[in-house]
């Protein structure tokens, strides 16, 4: 599982991911708000670990703007700030938890723990949408107008991924990296591949079309929801 890291402080970046990493995540980080904002909207994370007081603006500004943006992602609060009054605005702007500083190290991976677990039960019962596009997380399961299709893990994988960011152009490296893990190879046409594969088993179930290719940008889902 990937983790953002959003601090001013290169110590406590470089603290949480020595810590993370021996727990298996992959870290990146970021010390401002600009950048962290960059990286949460076009990445894929399991948790956002953030800092409330950044150089170029305030994380609770940040958390809100990342919920606004639909980004589902669950964000734990690292912050050295110990009033109750902001713990509470930062929960009601979409925070999941708070916890601060200094920090016991044990404590800090068992909150990234329940975070994640909350954020994964809640995912399995998610529906998402776009036009007659319907999938149902729980059941792993494609529909079109009504009717189920069948998807391979990949072409199921790859749409989950358009839906989760629909209306968005994707690069080509962006859906090699979150959907399969792996560096996109120009000289391959394996993305395209699968696209084309998802744009016949929907064609043929709706009225319209809805993945579009942008010229040397990458794909979109087109949705009007």
Known sequence: ?????????????????????????????????????????????GVIILDLGLPDGEGIELCENIREEDITTPVLILSADQQTDMKVQCLRVG???????PFDKNELMARVEAVTRRADSQMVNQVLSCGSLEVRML??????????????????????YLLKNKNEILSQEQI??????????????????????????????????????????????????
């Not at 696209?195 to 010229?215: M, N």
């Open 1 to 45: 599982m990937k983790a953002l890291i959003i601090d001013d402080d290169p110590s406590i970046g470089v603290l949480v991911k020595t810590i993370m990493n021996k727990d298996g995540y992959e870290v990146d980080a970021a010390q401002t708000a600009k950048e962290g904002e960059r990286l949460a909207l076009t990445d894929e994370y």
């Open 95 to 101: 925070a999941d938890d708070y916890l601060t500083k």
């Open 139 to 160: 059941e792993r399961e494609f529909h079109v107008n009504g009717t189920q299709v069948d998807l391979t893990n990949n072409e199921y994988n790859l749409l989950v």
């Open 176 to 225: 090699a990296k979150n959907v399969w893990d792996i560096h996109f190879d120009t000289q391959t046409n394996y993305i395209n591949v699968y696209i084309s594969y998802l744009r016949k088993k929907i064609r043929s179930h709706a009225d319209r079309e809805y993945i579009d290719t942008v010229r040397k940008k990458g794909f979109t889902i087109r949705c009007n929801d």
